[in-house]
């Protein structure tokens, strides 16, 4: 199986910062990630597939980046609707597999 | 606008089997996209349960391939979810998923683009 590893498992920044989360293959996908955000109580949310194609819909502030094994989000300007749980997961072969997650919060 | 709905019992009996349908609205579930079930034990992360092609075909997670049963019915535009000989390890929200393909730089991608909004499954007696 591909393991998918995030750094930082949690974080807290300020309105306004730009964060990023990283997230790591145990071995190359090539480009197949996609990121998710989860608000409290409700469903995953895509918001990057392909590692850098925004869903249609997610605002510009959301960017991803990588290939191979090392990938990144970025979220370029922190907002008080941003407070989530952010996961990586890989596509390229089955078992399909999520990262661990991470927690983003507002100061 | 397409949605995605999970329904099924809220409680089920240890060593009982939990059983889930995914009604899918506003799009037809014969459309050539993959169909799947992912499940978030309470406060964890999420695990990918299974999936199931348009074509019939299955994948499920090893770690739950002898229990686990995907199926489509395509009369209905639903698919559904049957997992056997549960323990209170299965209790967690169980959510069904498009996968969704889009072709970037001429290679495929088939990833979880629309997701239903889940539904609590406790495992108790």
């Known amino acids: 199986d591909i393991q998918m590893t995030q750094s930082p498992s949690s974080l807290s920044a300020s309105v306004g910062d730009r964060v990023t989360i990283t997230c790591r293959a145990s071995?190359?996908?090539?480009?197949?990630l996609a990121w998710f955000q989860q608000e409290p109580g409700k469903a995953p949310k895509s918001l990057i597939y392909a590692a850098s194609s925004l869903q249609s819909g997610v605002p510009s502030k959301f960017s991803g980046s990588g290939s191979g094994t090392d990938f990144t989000l970025t979220i370029s300007s922190l907002q008080p609707e941003d407070s989530a749980t952010y996961y990586c997961?890989?596509?390229?072969?089955?078992?399909?597999?999520f990262g661990g997650g991470t927690k983003v919060e507002i100061k | 606008q397409v949605q995605l709905q999970e329904s099924g019992p809220g409680l089920v009996k240890p060593s009982e089997t939990l059983s889930l349908t995914c009604a899918v609205s506003?799009?037809?579930?014969?459309?050539?996209?993959?169909w799947g079930w992912i499940r978030q034990p309470p406060g964890e992360g999420l695990e990918w349960i299974g999936d199931i092609y348009q074509s019939g075909s299955t994948y499920y997670n090893p770690s739950l391939r002898s229990r686990v049963t995907i199926s489509l019915d395509t009369s209905k535009n639903q698919f559904s979810l049957k997992l056997n000989s549960v323990t209170a390890a299965d209790t967690a929200v169980y959510y069904c998923a498009r996968r969704f393909v889009v072709v970037v730089t001429s290679v495929s991608h088939w990833y979880f683009d629309l997701w239903g909004r889940g539904t609590l499954v406790t495992v108790s007696s």
């Open positions: 997961q890989q596509y390229k072969t089955y078992p399909l597999t």
């Open positions: 506003g799009y037809s579930i014969n459309s050539a996209d993959h």
């Open positions: 071995q190359g996908i090539n480009s197949y």
